[in-house]
Structure formats: C-alpha cells, structure tokens
C-alpha cells in the first residue's frame, strides 16, 4: 500500500435492548450521558 489509504471506511454499529423505557430511573444515566457522549464522538480524530 502507498500510505494514501485504500479509500475504503470502516463502520461500526452497536445495537442494544433497554432495560425499561425510557423516562424509567433504571435506565435515566444512559439518556443523561447521550448529549455528552455524541459530542466526544464527533470531535474524535477519524469519525465521521
């Protein structure tokens, strides 16, 4: 390879099932993180 990439990009998903709906107290510190946590991702080196 040259060093200039393949042009090719990887992607990744996560998927998961809730505990509880959400406005439930079990599952309220995952939707409190959210904002924060997609706002880490964006202003990652790489992401896209």
Known sequence: MDG????WQLA????GKLL???GD???Q??????ERINA???TSPGFI
């Open 4 to 7: 200039q990439g393949s042009g």
């Open 12 to 15: 990744q998903i996560n998927i």
């Open 20 to 22: 509880a709906p959400e």
């Open 25 to 27: 107290p079990r599952v």
């Open 29 to 34: 510190p995952f939707f409190d993180a959210l």
């Open 40 to 42: 880490i991702a964006d």
